[in-house]
């Protein structure tokens, strides 16, 4: 985890260069990387704050027991000593949102690594190879796209539990098919270039191209397209744990504090605003990093679904 | 009756593509379009099947001596259901078959008898009864969502892509932002707003606004930042704070439920614009990113130089002669994006307590009804694959650069 926040830290050193060499460039690019640097700070930040939070928990300063009531601040709007305000039961929500931001990240990170693992394969293969591996994985990818994301995962949790590990199970079936569409359309596009027609003119294994000279051109978009994949992920189990078909209680997340603030919301609105904001500047932070990227590697711009 | 309309209805389309398209184009599209149905229908029929593969509960159904497969048909029975209702169920399913039998005993059920089966299989009470009252309220739900996505789309990805290039209008000093900004943050402040509305209404919309009618790189900028704010927030969290804000903290919006249209329009129109303002903003960054890029490539293209050197407008140039072709792009994401509606509708639905298809999904998974479940989701995926086909088709029938072997 904190391998990749590093890997963006580093680069995000290198944005003024990258962008002074398109200089001839409209006046938004220049703009840009102070965004990218912003949203590397606070992806950092948060996974940082979670981390700590996991490990030393309650002796870090501002956070107590994400479960414990406090009679004297239910419903208490933010104060100092709660800087998110208090739960409906006088839970410091602060300390919820941190306790909660784990299962977000564990859930957003395991379900990318799972997608850009099958379903980076699935992609690159079908792209290169194609002919009937290709019409295979164009068909998995033109069935999973046809049912509605949201229902599938539904079905699959309400079935077989609300775990851990079926949340994953069910969010990477939803993302496995929308990262191979995608590193299979850079795939084809990289097939065609003249180092890849060198290569095969040469007599190199095809095998072998395909590591050597298809995957790291490949790589960088598909890189990209976690950071994007990530926040979409974030958002689907926010919006299953909103649902109450996420995670059983009582582990906390973000959906679950979302939906107990909403029922009582005139007097808890702080209890929907704060952790809303937090998703909403993890996803958007997500998406920022994932677009410069994008952008930075020159791949055409693409939608994901 | 209503079938027979919609299938000479469909017949009438596939002759008219076939004319536009040819014979072997429309018929590999079709084709191809009837395995993923059938790949997706038997899909969702199998995944039914893993809801009574637990060995303790088959176990414990053996003892009670019904089939091990009966689970569910016994969660949609309920309490009190009798031995031989459970058996009736059973057979009536076919849970006892295997996974193709059973399918196709489903498929011949719906297709040749037209029977879509129970929407509660306890009370008996058909499916078609309730999506002939429901399908109506998330239809014009989806509907004004997507003509107000599109209408907040269009405009501003025209200007953002036509100002994408061009330098703003210096006539409009940029001194006045930071001092429009500082008024309405006091405004805000002495008006007893709340933090975050301030930072909302203060900051960021007049910061948004000036720049998009200033022109120039920066309103590129700012419809760029707009759409990645909105693609950013979650449905729910839309939703839930739209709710808040409308219809109780203050009583802009009624929560009484839906209204037909045989209430007067009025009614109508004002017991769903809140949920399809909250779908159709969730679809607006889709759509106005999708245009902005397209166009952006569309304005380099030779014909754009050669109007522009025969002296035509910019305005004629970029309605008749860019955006049109852009429009055939927007129009397949629009196919797409059918799919990710009902994903949008289950959540809005719930939120505001609105009784269409979404919240049934929703019930009926609460209620372990899985039966109806299938029929639905079978169902919408034959609206999305058909209209997607259809799309597909009429796309190369209009574009002719699309060739048949195209498949990227």
Redesign the interface.
């Known amino acids: 985890m904190t391998n990749v926040a590093d890997q963006i830290a580093a680069r995000s050193g290198e944005a003024p260069a990258a962008q002074e060499d398109a200089a001839g460039g409209p006046k938004s690019q220049r703009k840009s990387p102070l965004i990218f640097k912003l949203s590397v700070i606070w992806l950092v930040f948060l996974v940082v704050v979670t981390v700590l939070g996991k490990i030393f928990g309650e002796s870090l300063p501002l956070l107590v027991d994400p479960n414990e009531r406090n009679a004297d601040k239910i419903a208490a709007g933010p104060s100092w000593s709660n800087l998110m305000g208090n739960a409906t039961f006088g839970q410091d929500i602060l300390s919820q949102v941190v306790e909660g931001a784990w299962i977000s990240l564990f859930v957003g990170l395991s379900v990318t690594l799972v997608g850009i693992l099958v379903g980076g394969a699935m992609g690159l293969i079908a792209g290169y190879y194609r002919g009937k591996i290709d019409a295979m994985v164009r068909l998995v990818i033109n069935v999973t796209l046809s049912i509605p994301a949201l229902l599938l995962v539904i079905f699959i949790v309400t079935i077989r539990g609300q775990e851990l590990f079926w949340v994953i199970a069910a969010l990477s079936l939803l993302a496995i098919p929308a990262i191979a569409r995608i590193v299979r359309a850079s795939a084809l596009q990289v097939a065609d270039r003249e180092y890849v027609k060198a290569a095969e003119v040469l007599g190199v294994k095809k095998s072998v191209i395909l590591f050597r000279e298809v995957l790291p051109n490949v790589l960088p978009s598909m890189l990209s397209f976690a950071f994007l994949t990530t926040g979409i992920v974030i958002v689907v189990e926010g919006t299953l744990s909103f649902l109450g078909l996420s995670v059983k209680p009582p582990t906390i997340t973000w959906g679950k504090i979302i939906a107990e603030g909403q029922i009582k919301i005139d007097e808890t609105p702080h209890m929907v605003i704060m952790p809303s904001l937090v998703i909403f500047l993890t996803v958007l932070s997500l998406n920022f990093v994932g677009d410069q990227l994008l952008k930075r590697y020159d791949i055409k711009e693409a939608g994901i679904g | 009756m209503i079938s027979l309309a919609v299938l000479t209805a469909l017949v009438a389309l596939i002759a008219l593509i076939v004319k536009a398209a040819g014979w072997r184009f429309a018929l590999k599209r079709f084709a191809?379009a009837l395995?993923?149905?059938v790949?997706?229908t038997f899909?969702?029929s199998v995944?039914l099947r893993?809801?009574s593969a637990d060995e303790d509960v088959q176990k414990a159904l053996e003892s009670l001596d019904v089939s091990p497969n009966a689970q569910p048909c016994v969660t949609a029975l309920g309490t009190g259901a009798t031995k031989e209702a459970v058996d009736a169920c059973v057979e009536d399913r076919g849970l006892d078959d295997g996974p193709v039998q059973q399918y196709l005993s489903w498929v011949n059920q719906i297709v040749f008898e037209q029977d879509l089966g129970y929407a509660y299989y306890k009370n008996q009470e058909p499916l078609s009864e309730v999506i002939q009252q429901r399908l109506p309220r998330t239809a014009w739900l989806f509907l004004y969502s997507q003509l107000l996505a599109l209408f907040l789309a269009i405009p501003l990805g025209i200007w953002s892509a036509y100002q994408?290039?061009r330098s703003g209008r210096t006539r409009i000093p940029l001194w006045l932002l930071p001092i429009g900004v500082v008024v309405l943050v006091l405004l805000g402040v002495f008006g007893g707003l709340?933090l975050?509305s301030v930072v909302f209404l203060g900051i960021i919309v007049p910061s948004v606004v000036f720049h998009l009618f200033r022109g120039?790189?920066?309103a590129?900028?700012a419809t760029?930042f707009l759409a990645?704010?909105l693609?950013?927030?979650?449905?729910?969290?839309l939703g839930?704070?739209l709710?808040?804000v409308f219809a109780?903290?203050r009583d802009v919006f009624q929560l009484t439920g839906y209204e037909p249209w045989s209430e007067g329009a009025w009614n109508h129109l004002s017991s769903v614009w809140l949920p399809a303002l909250v779908l159709g903003l969730a679809a607006t960054p889709?759509y106005l990113?999708?245009l902005r890029?397209d166009m952006i490539q569309n304005l380099q293209q030779d014909f754009v130089s050669v109007a522009k050197a025969k002296g035509m407008s910019n305005t004629h140039i970029l309605l008749r002669h860019v955006l049109r072709p852009s429009t055939v792009t927007l129009i397949t994401?629009l196919g797409?994006n059918i799919?990710?509606l009902?994903?949008g509708a289950?959540?809005v639905e719930?939120?505001f307590d609105f009784d269409g298809m979404g919240s049934f999904?929703?019930e009926s998974?609460a209620r372990?009804e899985?039966f109806a479940?299938q029929t639905v989701?079978a169902l919408?995926?034959v609206v999305?694959?058909l209209t997607?086909t259809l799309i597909d088709v009429l796309y190369t029938a209009v574009d002719p650069r699309v060739t048949a072997g195209d498949?990227?």
């Open positions: 191809g395995l993923v149905l790949i997706v899909g969702v995944l893993f809801a994408a290039g709340m975050s120039g790189a920066d590129d900028s760029n990645f704010a693609l950013s927030i979650p449905v729910f969290v839930v704070t709710r808040y109780i903290e889709v990113r999708l890029a994401v797409l799919a990710q009902v994903n289950i959540v719930y939120i999904l929703l998974f372990r899985f479940v989701v919408v995926a999305f694959i997607n498949d990227r």
